[in-house]
């Protein structure tokens, strides 16, 4: 087994073609308080990390408030997907917004917007699909974005949350067909802090199709 990350297990099949399938399940356990290792590749916002409920976690703090993330992992250039438990706290009638992301900056969120007790699928400027979701604050949730390429130019995209103490729905509450994509990018977490409370991110979970490397 490859450390990745002092605390991520790194798994690499080669497939006919040239790429790779590679996973990676991410934990913060190993890692000391404070900045993240240089492999959570900070975009944007104030990240580091901290302990809650008995094991560490990556945090996005609320100063500043903005539109914070962080990438994990490697490239996609193919199909990709991630999966976190997150935690957010709400206070008085100011509610955080969160989610998780696949192909990079201009790729696809998956974002849990409590402000308008909605699940959303977002691209760039633009949201594609919502649907109702009810969101609990102090409780963990799990997300679950994931994009899989089809025939010729078409991409299907499904999105899940549900209590992490509860099983994985069967099936996507989110599902939106799109067409010429790059597939390509790295995951990510996302959180905006509008509460002034920080949002937790544990257990994350990322799979995706990477280009081989040379001989």
């Known amino acids: 087994m490859k450390r990745l990350l002092l605390a991520a297990s790194l798994f690499a099949t080669c497939s006919l073609h040239a790429q790779q399938l590679q996973s990676f399940e991410i934990k913060a356990d190993d890692w000391a308080d404070g900045?993240?290792?240089k492999e959570v590749f900070i975009v944007d916002g104030t990240i580091k990390i901290a302990a809650r409920d008995g094991s560490k976690a990556i945090v996005i703090d609320p100063n500043p408030v903005t539109d914070a993330s962080a990438q994990l992992a490697v490239s996609a250039s193919g199909n990709a997907?991630?999966?976190a438990k997150i935690l957010a706290i709400k206070r008085g009638r100011s509610t955080p917004r969160f989610g998780v992301s696949v192909h990079g900056m201009s790729g696809h969120r998956l974002i849990v917007n409590p402000a308008k007790k909605s699940l959303d699928l977002v691209k760039g400027d633009q949201t594609l699909v919502t649907v109702p979701?009810?969101?609990t604050s102090e409780a963990w949730v799990k997300v679950k974005l994931e994009a899989k390429k089809g025939a010729g130019d078409a991409w299907t995209i499904t999105g899940?949350?549900?209590p992490a103490d509860a099983?994985?729905?069967a099936e996507p509450l989110i599902k939106h067909e799109d067409t010429k994509l790059k597939g390509q990018g790295k995951c990510a977490i996302w959180g905006t802090p509008f509460s002034?409370?920080?949002v937790f991110f544990d257990d994350i979970k990322i799979?995706?199709?990477?280009a081989a490397a040379a001989p």
């Open 196 to 198: 002034g409370e920080p």
């Open 35 to 37: 900045e993240p290792p």
């Open 81 to 83: 997907s991630i999966e």
């Open 207 to 210: 799979s995706v199709e990477a």
């Open 133 to 135: 979701f009810a969101w």
């Open 160 to 162: 899940k949350a549900w």
């Open 167 to 169: 099983a994985e729905p």
